[in-house]
């Protein structure tokens, strides 16, 4: 249980929040939302005691333990990947070292035999005798191969790394744990194992999540914390209930004429709605509780600006799209990424390509858009398709100091006004669209790239893991488009909502072929002929 009490924070005459009087109970997950800026890991830092707040105090519960996704993935460097995990339960930690220590000395007094004796009855409370192999079971549930436990962290790669970390802030079932962006570099399969570890978590435990993808957070939050308008406020429901609930709100605010009454029996018809369809979700009695309680006038529309994204297409298709024979990629250190894919790509399609290996989608779209040679096979595109291509590294498209204006006026015809249009629609506004495109950070740099594709007017988008860098605002408006675009999709991703509601073809890339399905994502991943069907393509 953690308990906020009048808690402020400010930077500078910045006041993010003030009055803030919460208090997160046991057996709830609160999935923590807001704008970029407004504040979300600045929350969880000041419960987790890494930053001093202006003003109010942060408690848990009496004895309870803390537990924090680390961001710092250099600091365990010099430890056994092993040893880090343990770390996590910190008392647990501290008691095997002292045990160590004892059991070490060449004679132990009659001093040392009584703490020994202290310790191991605490260890064995502690559940000590079982750590180890709880450990070793959480790190491969999280990806990380059992011939890498013994290995210095330093050694792993940053992926395996952030998973480290994870299986560090889980190990021992803390009485309060804090995720910020825990799903950040897992694969599909991962994040689907994560979504089920923390919707089975402990009645007496206390989770915050901060999370840009949306399935994740409707799959596990109990609640959402909104951090909107300088307030922190708990909402009952997840992010699909809280976006579209504020959503609604809106639509009303915006209609003058809607009547009190009417407005009321629209938003108790839409939690009437909501609720019936709770009891598929995992956290199904907690939340349907919390909805029936909810009361109509907590809905209110969101302060959040959407970028507008519109992607049109200047020529109709035609129907031959893009056809591959035989097509092969290996990696740099002869890692065989694909070999032997054949696919016809039919009008209207949204494909998307999976594989275990990221760098296997990164090759294949890199290959079709002519910037990298094919090891084998063929690729040839229909005369009438027009691609636009939002690759995995923008880099070299922003080495320069051209202002957003000039930079995006290289990539299509119209004058200024019509520039600063599309940048204020991606919502640059003011001085902003005046700023030098090479000090742009990652989401500001994903927004001018997708002002760039809608540029162009293509019929074929190519899309390599687009929701990188990008905040939910913009994830759910990319997301909204996509859905409606005519023209065909080709991407990769690893946000599950965005592949399950825009693709309607899956191809997944494996280094003996193939595996071409039409059909949902979600039906996808849990077909067990397919499961088995994968399991020899990869060997």
Not at 113 to 137: C, I, T, V
Not at 268 to 273: A, G, K, S, T, V
Not at 277 to 302: F, G
Request: aromatic letters at 8%; a negative charge.
């Amino acid at each position: 249980m953690i308990t906020l009490t009048n808690l402020a924070i400010q930077f500078g005459k910045r006041v993010l929040y003030k009055d803030v009087n919460i208090k997160f109970t046991r057996g709830n997950i609160y999935g923590v939302i807001g704008a970029n800026g407004a504040g979300k890991s600045t929350l969880l830092r000041a419960i987790s005691g890494d930053l001093e707040p202006n003003h109010g105090s942060v408690e848990l519960g009496p004895g309870e333990r803390l537990s924090v996704l680390e961001q710092d993935h250099f600091k365990y460097d010099e430890y056994r990947v092993m040893d880090t995990v343990l770390m996590g339960h910190q008392p647990l930690w501290e008691n095997m070292k002292e045990r160590e220590r004892l059991y070490s000395k060449a004679e132990m007094t009659e001093e040392d035999g009584n703490r020994a004796a202290e310790l191991e009855e605490k260890f064995a409370e502690m559940n000590g005798w079982e750590a180890d192999s709880e450990a070793a079971q959480l790190l491969q549930n999280l990806g990380v191969k059992e011939e890498l436990h013994q290995k210095m962290v330093g050694e792993l790669s940053n992926t395996e790394k952030v998973r480290v970390m994870l299986a560090k802030a889980l190990f021992g079932k803390p009485d309060n744990l804090l995720l910020d962006e825990p799903t950040n570099d897992l694969d599909l399969d991962t994040v689907e194992w994560l979504e089920d570890y923390l919707g089975e978590i402990d009645e007496s435990q206390t989770v915050l999540v901060v999370s840009h993808d949306r399935h994740f957070l409707d799959a596990v939050s109990t609640q959402t914390i909104d951090i909107d308008y300088g307030k922190v406020t708990v909402f009952s429901g997840n992010y699909s209930f809280w976006y579209e609930s504020s959503q609604l709100a809106l639509r009303q605010a915006q209609n003058q004429k809607l009547k009190a009454e009417e407005k009321k029996k629209q938003l108790e018809e839409f939690i009437r709605r909501f609720s019936a369809n709770v009891a598929k979700s995992k956290q199904t009695t907690s939340r349907k509780k919390m909805l029936e309680k909810l009361n109509i006038e907590e809905i209110k529309p969101s302060s959040r600006k959407y970028p507008g994204i519109i992607f049109q297409m200047e020529r109709e298709p035609g129907n031959q799209i893009l056809e591959v024979e035989g097509l092969k990629a290996v990696d740099t250190d002869g890692t065989v990424l694909f070999d032997n894919i054949n696919f016809n790509i039919e009008k209207g399609q949204k494909v998307v390509f999976l594989s275990h290996n990221p760098k296997a989608m990164t090759a294949l779209f890199e290959i079709i858009n002519g910037n990298r040679e094919a090891d084998a096979g063929t690729y040839k595109w229909g005369v009438t398709i027009t691609t636009a291509y939002l690759p995995l590294d923008n880099t070299e498209f922003f080495n320069s100091d051209l202002n957003l204006v000039d930079w995006l006026g290289q990539y299509g015809v119209g004058n200024e006004v019509m520039m600063k249009g599309y940048l204020g629609r991606m919502l640059f506004s003011g001085e902003e669209v005046l700023k030098k495109v090479n000090v742009l950070s990652g989401g500001e740099k994903m927004r001018c790239m997708i002002a760039r594709m809608q540029l162009q007017n293509a019929n074929c988008l190519i899309l390599d893991t687009p929701t990188n860098h990008l905040d939910l605002e913009s994830i759910q408006a990319f997301n909204n488009n996509l859905t409606l675009f005519k023209g065909n999709i080709l991407f990769s991703s690893h946000d599950h909502e965005f592949i399950e509601t825009v693709a309607d073809r899956i191809i997944e890339l494996t280094p003996n072929g193939a595996i071409d399905k039409l059909m949902p994502y979600d039906e996808y991943i849990h077909d067990e002929t397919i499961k088995e069907q994968k399991a020899k393509m990869y060997c």
